[in-house]
């Protein structure tokens, strides 16, 4: 019987066979960065090995594909830049082999793609395609969902947002004069010292919008919902408020 690994040659090269893919590494690789795993187990000296009897390798019955991916996290605490599925196929392997570091970094990066993805399939336009737009007469963009947009400095005057999904949309310093925002979805979007002169907002959802320093001058803002705005000097002369929700 083999007498179990001895903690004293952690530097010593171990080999190993996963699934068929050779890889060379030290026992200190193995089990310092991630002490509580499978492989700092196996590798702590505590357990009788069985090897290759000509290679003195150490098998184990996983996919080896990812597994130089684990190695580089191991050592340094890093891996390469993936795509979704190799993210979720090497999650796999992080769960077999116990690296709760290396499964606590891999979720983050999922959860990092899905909201990156989430953000860019919400808008069916983008700033270009607005600069596009807003060249034509009579332009309406009535039911489009321009959510998440830099809209900045645009000259929108005019324009017919009625029904859109504009939330966190920035409006921020943009010409609005005369705009229709009837029954929008604007929570959380900016207006920032924009020029809503004239607006149509009846019935807008403009929770958390921020209307800091615009000029909302006899703009119709009757049914709208103003809870949470932001409203720091803000021009609201001749303004329709009548029956809006501000709690």
């Known amino acids: 019987m083999q007498a179990p690994e001895s903690p004293s040659s952690s530097s010593a090269p171990v080999l190993l066979n996963i699934g068929g893919k050779k890889y060379a590494t030290t026992v200190e690789t193995l089990t310092q960065r991630e002490p509580d795993s499978m492989l700092a187990a196996m590798f702590s000296g505590r357990h009788t090995l069985p090897r290759h009897p000509t290679t003195g390798a150490v098998f184990v019955d996983r996919d080896g594909k990812h597994f130089r991916h684990i190695l580089n996290w191991l050592r340094d605490g890093s891996i390469p830049v993936l795509s979704e599925s190799e993210y979720q196929q090497l999650l796999k392997e992080a769960e077999y082999y116990q690296l709760l570091g290396l499964d606590d970094y891999i979720n983050e990066k999922l959860a990092s793609k899905k909201a990156d993805n989430s953000t860019s399939a919400e808008s069916e336009l983008t700033r270009k395609d607005v600069i596009k737009c807003i060249q034509a007469q009579k332009i309406r963009f009535r039911g489009v969902n ?54 149509e907002f009846t019935g807008a959802n403009l929770q958390e919008a921020v209307l800091d320093r615009a000029n909302i001058q006899s703009a119709n803002l009757q049914d709208a919902c103003l809870t949470g705005c932001s409203c720091i000097e803000t021009d609201l002369r001749s303004s329709h408020l009548q029956v809006y929700k501000l709690l």
Do not use: M, P
């Not at 929108?156 to 009625?162: A, G, I, K, P, W």
């Open 146 to 199: 321009l959510s998440g947009l830099d809209l900045s400095k645009l000259d929108l005057s005019e324009v017919d947002f009625s029904y859109a999904c504009i939330e966190r949309t920035n409006f921020s310093c943009a010409n609005l004069h005369k705009a229709k925002f009837r029954l929008v979805e604007a929570a959380c979007s900016s207006f920032d010292q924009a020029n809503l002169h004239e607006c």
